[in-house]
């Protein structure tokens, strides 16, 4: 179908927002008991939710995930494959712009192959602008309520490399021991573990490693066109409940759908069949998550841990008190 088919499209007006009704009752209450607003802000659960792997003129599945967007507030983050085929600046004007292009001015997004079909992924940086991080390397990072949030370029090649030493993980250590905070979260393009067709991707695991060390607790990953929830793991996929990161595939943003091959050790639950975006509520010492489906499907994910100690050394110097990652998460799925 040719690009031109979303010629005309009319925006939807997205649905009131409440959330400035959250912060205009934090600042009051704030000035009543003499807390510090940003204090009392970072403690306040703040949500963040996406998918990866989400639009192309030829298909419907990323206005189906964008509906859901509209009805949910909060940061959106991608996870790659921003728009098919090649990641020009004519399919993120035609065929991105009029879905998840929406909620644009609240996007942080990640770079994945196929953005990079056009050189130096010249669309993917002209259309999110300076919210995607620097053009030159593609990784960056923000703080979110009580959480530091990593975006990382696992396109290695153009981020300079991913291995022990290069640029981006000498960056990304740098980062992590700067904001030494309890929760953590992470998120790229293609997968450590994963059981679609793709499978894991060895590049990142001194990336990954790097993370681990510093107790961080959720990494998130697109690239194959499925739902997958990991348990806990250190960075050679060893099962690891008080410290490992947990991660989650949402190749689900509306693209296609992939079938699995042979399910990864740790490998909790999975959709093959399902569009949708997955919600994270992240409070300062726990988050929770949802996976929801688009209109029609069934399939749902749900569940809650806490974050892990700050860092490996925190982690074996003392014993986990009562509350943190090292007791089993809460989780529903149907």
């Not at 998840?100 to 994945?112: E, L, V």
């Not at 703080?143 to 640029?167: F, K, M, R, T, Y």
Request: aromatic letters at 10%; charged letters at 20%.
């Amino acid at each position: 179908m040719p690009l031109s088919r979303r010629a005309g499209y009319q925006r939807p007006q997205p649905p009131r927002r409440l959330a400035r009704w959250g912060v205009a009752v934090t600042v009051v209450i704030s000035a009543l008991f003499g807390l510090p607003v940003s204090a009392r802000m970072q403690s306040l659960p703040v949500v963040l939710v996406g998918a990866g792997d989400i639009a192309a003129c030829d298909s419907s599945g990323d206005e189906a995930t964008a509906a859901l967007l509209d009805a949910i507030d909060g940061t959106v983050f991608t996870l790659g494959d921003n728009v098919y085929n090649s990641g020009t600046r004519r399919e993120f004007a035609e065929c991105y712009d009029p879905t998840w292009g929406r909620h644009k001015g609240r996007t942080r997004p990640a770079p994945g192959n196929h953005d990079y079909g056009t050189a130096k992924a010249s669309g993917y940086f002209g259309y999110f602008g300076e919210a995607a991080g620097d053009p030159g390397t593609g990784y960056y990072a923000y703080d979110l309520g009580a959480w530091h949030i990593v975006v990382i370029n696992s396109n290695c090649e153009p981020a300079g490399g991913c291995q022990a030493g290069s640029p981006q993980e000498a960056w990304l250590r740098a980062d992590l021991a700067a904001h030494p905070v309890d929760c953590t979260l992470a998120y790229w393009h293609h997968p450590r573990f994963s059981s679609g067709p793709h499978g894991g991707t060895d590049e990142m695991r001194a990336i990954w490693q790097a993370l681990y060390e510093q107790g961080a607790d959720v990494v998130l990953a697109g690239h194959d066109h499925d739902y997958e929830r990991f348990a806990p793991q250190d960075p050679d996929g060893n099962g690891d409940p008080q410290r490992g990161i947990r991660e989650f595939v949402v190749g689900t943003g509306g693209r296609s759908h992939y079938r699995f091959g042979r399910i990864q050790p740790n490998s909790e639950a999975r959709s093959s069949d399902t569009f949708g975006v997955l919600k994270l509520t992240l409070s300062a010492a726990d988050y929770a998550w949802e996976f929801i489906p688009v209109d029609g499907k069934t399939f749902t994910d749900a569940g809650s841990a806490a974050c892990s100690p700050a860092s490996v050394a925190d982690a074996t110097s003392a014993k986990a008190p009562t509350g943190t990652r090292g007791l089993p998460a809460n989780f529903t799925l149907r």
